[in-house]
């Protein structure tokens, strides 16, 4: 349940930064679609076992 507090938290803070003149949220998603990164796979992985 922890990183799902975690997790929130971050997209809100992503949310509140979007709204600036630099769509963070549109080129992390990018990011993560075309690298497919360690972490991201780490953070669902976390996320799936606490259900």
């Known amino acids: ?5 975690i ?3 971050v997209l809100i803070i992503l949310a509140i930064i ?3 003149p630099i769509p963070t949220t549109s ?5 993560v679609t075309l690298f497919r990164p360690k ?4 953070l ?3 996320i799936y076992l606490d259900l």
């Open 1 to 5: 349940m922890f990183i799902r507090v």
């Open 7 to 9: 997790t929130v938290f």
């Open 18 to 20: 979007g709204m600036g």
């Open 27 to 31: 080129l992390i998603c990018i990011y």
């Open 39 to 42: 972490w991201f796979k780490n």
């Open 44 to 46: 669902v992985d976390k």
